[in-house]
């Protein structure tokens, strides 16, 4: 693994690199649903893009001085992180949802026509694909660029918060529903940033953040799942520090302090 510019010798000039660096990774996130989605309402063009920042993240990395780009975002492989990371997250989400019937925030109901068969398995294939792919991609910018390619918060607590604030403002689509979705997104990025903390790799963040968003798509194929005003914000908020809490149980890097 080659080291982080900003760790090594500091070179005159580094701060504007890993600044534009971060630019580059910030405006190409947030091309596929501002362009694809938004401008042009196609889904092909929307993959296209996110699959492209993906080239583009490994390009930065490399140009950043890592041998492997994805190194950069401390994305060397960690299957053991990722595993426990993604079996809380698809264990916590469905049981907050019932906690969220039970308190009276969420209302769920059966599908009328649920898929069933062959085409339930290509829809769990897609909505698995469909949700991974951004969530790796959200994981780099929020996480693991300022984990390893930039760390100016450390790797501890200072690096949780702001990680957990540049999660919120990756959302910029989402800023104008108000203080409780930023509260909603300041919560589980909290959690997701502690998971690199914790494991010393972003596999930790990519489990719990690719579970909660597997797990919902997997609950819309069978449920009609809603929220009740603004109670599922703060049921997710809720989870998400809940989420918080559990990640003691991933596995702890070798060198960690926190």
Request: a positive charge.
């Amino acid at each position: 693994m080659s080291p982080s510019p900003s760790e090594s010798s500091s070179p005159p000039g580094v701060a504007l690199r890993c600044a534009l660096a971060f630019a580059v990774l910030f405006a190409c996130y947030e091309a596929p649903e501002g362009i694809g989605g938004r401008v042009l309402g196609s889904f092909a063009v929307t993959a296209a893009l996110m699959l492209l920042f993906h080239a583009v993240a490994w390009g930065v990395g490399r140009w950043l001085g890592y041998r492997n780009g994805f190194h950069a975002y401390a994305l060397e492989w960690r299957g053991s992180a990722l595993a426990r990371a993604l079996a809380v997250m698809l264990v916590l989400k469905p049981l907050s949802v019932l906690v969220g019937v039970a308190v009276g925030v969420m209302r769920v109901q059966p599908l009328e026509k649920p898929l069933m068969g062959t085409a339930l398995l290509l829809a769990v294939l897609g909505v698995a694909v469909s949700t991974f792919v951004p969530s790796v991609a959200e994981d780099i910018v929020a996480r693991g660029f300022w984990y390893r390619a930039w760390p100016v918060a450390g790797q501890g607590v200072g690096y949780v918060v702001l990680a957990a604030c540049v999660f919120v403002l990756t959302h910029v689509y989402r800023l104008g529903n108000g203080p409780l979705e930023w509260l909603m997104l300041f919560c589980t990025g909290l959690a997701y940033a502690a998971a690199v903390a914790r494991t010393g790799s972003l596999w930790g963040a990519v489990g719990l953040h690719w579970g909660w968003n597997l797990a919902n798509g997997l609950l819309d194929l069978q449920l009609d799942v809603n929220a009740v005003g603004q109670g599922g914000r703060v049921l997710s908020a809720v989870t998400g520090l809940v989420a918080l809490g559990l990640v003691g149980l991933l596995p702890k890097r070798r060198d960690a302090t926190v």
